[in-house]
Nanobody
Framework: QLQASGGGLVQAGGSLRLSCVAS????????MGWYRQAPGKQRELVAT???????NYADSAKGRFTISSDNAKNTWYLQMNTLKPEDTAVYYC????????????WGRGTKVTVSS
């Protein structure tokens, strides 16, 4: 239900833009996000945005990454600038439907490789 795209190979200092399209509408209560998992490490939060456009960033993403959404297109983005080799990971998009029974959806992941 989530389709992520935009990963690839980039040199350090470069930029990439990830996109995630959901097969369902985005409402203000929803929370969309990006997580990443580097080899041998646990999955970690990168950034989140609510359907009402409230954002939250991991310290590692602040000042370099920007999360945004286009609710009319059921799509959210992660603009990544000034990439570093330590940003190399598989990036997963996430969609949360808060309710009495919260539901979480995950995309398959898109690989980002930053060469030094």
């Amino acid at each position: 239900q989530l389709q992520a795209s935009g990963g690839g190979l980039v040199q350090a200092g470069g930029s990439l833009r990830l996109s995630c399209v959901a097969s369902r509408n985005i409402f203000s209560i929803n929370v969309m996000g990006w997580y990443r998992q580097a080899p041998g490490k646990q999955r970690e939060l990168v950034a989140t945005i609510t359907g009402a456009s409230r954002t939250n960033y991991a310290d590692s993403a602040k000042g370099r990454f920007t999360i945004s959404s286009d609710n009319a297109k059921n799509t959210w983005y992660l603009q990544m600038n000034t990439l570093k080799p330590e940003d190399t990971a598989v990036y997963y998009c996430h969609f949360r439907v808060p309710s009495a029974y919260t539901r979480d959806y995950w995309g398959r992941g898109t690989k980002v490789t930053v060469s030094s």
